[in-house]
């Protein structure tokens, strides 16, 4: 009988970086003045953050089908709780830029071990469920980071940001130690970059692997499309300010949570891949509305942040159901596959948060179109996955067995 870890402990593993992410986000202004630097070098932090956390995903998976989970996710959590604790005690933004690295470094071990180690236990149909415990744990440490960052840096300087990430690493960390057993049973032979580069070549050349990667990011991506240019239309054209988009982008921060519990109910009843075609269709539905609307009604709050939201519910539901999906299609190699799914949506991420300002200066019409492609591309690669399995049916779930 496989190991059984807590999934409460994988979710708190997989709550530290995004929350490390977003919380100094508030902070970061102050933390410019106090380090007597500007704007635009402080914002290195966040970048240096997001490259880090992608690349650092392609490194721990190779590195936990080698040496196993459970050591590459303690030396993750610690260099993560290390990160946090030399970006507190920064008396410079290089050292700051430093520290924040390092915390990526680490929380790209916690988020790619985090799935793998589900998949390891339940195996492709029983993750999928249990994933969208994870996601919601995410969307939720995303929701709450800025709002807690914020006050905390009110309260007590922006260096109590850091020290909350080195108590929650050090406290997941001693947890891990506890609790975590190994979970790995197939392990690979070799470190050499030659069988690296040949692993991430074998599943990168599964078509199944990439029609569930692309769909998931694609959604992922209509999602990044509309964080990155929503405070402008609210500000610009809304007439609105950050609390009123604050407010607002609750509604789409409930939906991608509800759609995430949504997906841990619905697993017993569904299957993966009608979860995902399911998700993906509410999400292209939600797309259709917005655009929709800001064509036939003009742009209002109600139109902008109402059907996001129902794009991020359909997310909700087929994101953690399309990982699962990709990651189980890698025997062998499921760490592998977890780091490269999470570096291409995050790469991703980031070339789409340099198109937002020339799609911003190109009007909503170009904009919605684009978030409403997402959808599409999604649904396409999806039904590509499921061409490519056609020779291994999808099982029944547990309620039809």
């Known amino acids: 009988m496989k190991p059984q870890p807590s999934l409460s402990l994988l979710i708190f593993i997989a709550m530290a970086s995004p929350l490390a992410l977003n919380a100094f986000v508030p902070a970061m202004p102050d933390a410019a003045q106090a380090l007597q630097t500007d704007i635009g070098t402080i914002q290195i932090t966040f970048t240096a953050y997001l490259l880090t956390l992608a690349f650092g995903q392609l490194i ?8 196993g989970r459970r050591p590459v996710l303690l030396t993750g959590l610690g260099l993560h709780a290390a990160g946090s604790l030399l970006a507190a005690l920064s008396v410079g933004v290089e050292w700051l830029i430093a520290g924040r690295v390092l915390q990526a470094l680490g929380g790209s071990a916690a988020m790619v071990l985090a799935r ?3 998949l390891d236990v339940h195996g492709r149909e029983g993750a999928a ?5 994870v996601v919601m744990a995410i969307a939720i440490a995303q929701s709450i980071a800025p709002a807690l960052g914020g006050y905390l840096n009110l309260w007590s300087g922006w260096q109590s940001v850091f020290y909350v990430s080195v108590l929650m690493g050090a406290a997941v960390w001693l947890l891990a130690l506890w609790r975590l057993p190994e979970t790995c049973t197939e392990r690979s032979d070799s470190l050499r970059l030659g069988g690296i580069f040949r692993r991430y070549g074998d599943v990168m050349r599964c078509r199944q692997y990439l029609g569930y990667a692309v769909s998931t990011t694609a959604i992922a991506s209509a999602f990044y499309l509309f964080v990155g240019s929503a405070p402008y239309l609210v500000v610009d054209q809304l007439g609105g300010n950050s609390a009123d988009f604050g407010l607002w982008f609750l509604a789409v921060s409930l939906a991608f949570m509800l759609g995430s519990f949504s997906s841990t109910q619905l697993a017993r009843w569904f299957s993966i891949d009608r979860m995902v075609l399911l998700g993906n269709l509410l999400s292209l539905g939600g797309a259709a509305l917005l655009l929709y609307g800001a064509l036939a009604a003009g742009l209002s709050f109600v139109g902008l942040f109402v059907p996001m939201a129902l794009v991020t ?8 159901n399309a990982q699962s999906a990709a990651i189980s ?3 062998g190699s499921a760490g592998t596959a977890s780091g490269l799914m999470g570096f291409i949506q995050l790469l991703t991420g980031a070339a789409i948060a340099q198109l937002v300002p020339w799609l911003l200066a190109q009007g909503i019409t170009t904009l919605f179109s684009c978030i409403l492609l997402a959808p599409i591309i999604a649904l396409l690669a999806h039904w590509q996955a ?3 399995g056609r020779r291994q049916p999808d099982p029944a779930p547990a309620s039809q067995r």
Do not use: E, H, V
Not at 129 to 133: I, Q, T
């Open 60 to 67: 721990s998976g190779p590195l936990a089908d080698f040496f």
């Open 116 to 118: 793998t180690i589900i």
């Open 129 to 133: 469920g249990r994933m969208g415990y």
């Open 313 to 320: 519910f359909g997310r909700g539901l087929s994101q953690p």
């Open 329 to 331: 299609c890698a025997s």
């Open 386 to 388: 499921r061409c490519a």
